[in-house]
């Protein structure tokens, strides 16, 4: 029983699930998915004192603060991937040490407001490239050296959406946990 109810904390959305069929509906709301995000998250989190902020979403997990610093991370990276695979032939992206970046001073100490404010920009540049793919641009892949596998952008765009909501699920599940406004 213990081993589901960490699961269930871990994936409190379940496990991301790749589409049968990549639709223009499909697409369409995970591109708004994606857009909504940053206002959800800091309507979740902005008024959270720094005691809420540093505390871990499950045990061994990352506190409040280091999940909305991962997130600003997280979709630069896929912002860099985007453009990378817009304009290269199925590039090879470099992969980054997730734990590690969140383990560094930035994301354990420093305010939330600097990674808020970069993904309400980060998105809307994101949507804005996103909303204007074409076919032909959905099918663009790149390379993910971890696992050598070939990832298509109408893949990375559920993936994405998935994520966001993946962890503001963490922050959603931790507040009403421990009964917080």
Same mark, same amino acid.
Request: hydrophobic residues 35%.
């Given at each position: 029983?213990?081993?589901?109810?960490?699961?269930?904390?871990?994936?409190?959305?379940?496990?991301?699930?790749?589409?049968?069929?990549?639709?223009?509906?499909?697409?369409?709301?995970?591109?708004?998915?994606?857009?909504?995000?940053?206002?959800?998250?800091?309507?979740?989190?902005?008024? #959270?004192?720094?005691?809420?902020?540093?505390?871990?979403?499950?045990?061994?997990?990352?506190?409040?603060?280091?999940?909305?610093?991962?997130?600003?991370?997280?979709?630069?990276?896929?912002?860099?991937?985007?453009?990378?695979?817009? $304009?290269?032939?199925?590039?090879?992206?470099?992969?980054?040490?997730?734990?590690?970046?969140?383990?560094?001073?930035?994301?354990? $100490?420093?305010?939330?407001?600097?990674?808020?404010?970069?993904?309400?920009?980060?998105?809307?540049?994101?949507?804005?490239?996103?909303?204007?793919?074409?076919?032909?641009?959905?099918?663009?892949?790149?390379?993910?050296?971890?696992?050598?596998?070939? #990832?298509?952008?109408?893949?990375?765009?559920?993936?994405?959406?998935?994520?966001?909501?993946?962890?503001?699920?963490?922050?959603?599940?931790?507040?009403?946990?421990?009964?917080?406004?």
């Amino acid at each position: 029983m213990k081993d589901l109810d960490l699961e269930k904390l871990k994936y409190p959305i379940g496990k991301f699930e790749v589409p049968i069929a990549y639709t223009s509906e499909y697409i369409t709301s995970k591109i708004q998915e994606i857009a909504t995000f940053p206002e959800k998250l800091k309507n979740e989190t902005i008024h #959270l004192t720094n005691e809420q902020l540093d505390t871990p979403y499950r045990p061994d997990g990352w506190t409040v603060r280091q999940l909305i610093h991962h997130c600003a991370e997280s979709h630069m990276n896929f912002y860099i991937r985007l453009k990378w695979t817009l $304009t290269e032939d199925n590039p090879i992206i470099k992969p980054y040490d997730e734990k590690l970046w969140s383990g560094l001073n930035d994301n354990l $100490t420093m305010p939330i407001i600097p990674s808020l404010n970069l993904l309400e920009a980060l998105h809307f540049r994101l949507c804005y490239i996103l909303k204007n793919l074409s076919e032909d641009d959905l099918e663009k892949s790149f390379i993910h050296p971890e696992n050598n596998s070939e #990832l298509q952008l109408k893949r990375i765009i559920g993936m994405y959406a998935w994520h966001s909501n993946h962890h503001l699920a963490h922050i959603t599940s931790l507040k009403k946990f421990k009964n917080w406004k």
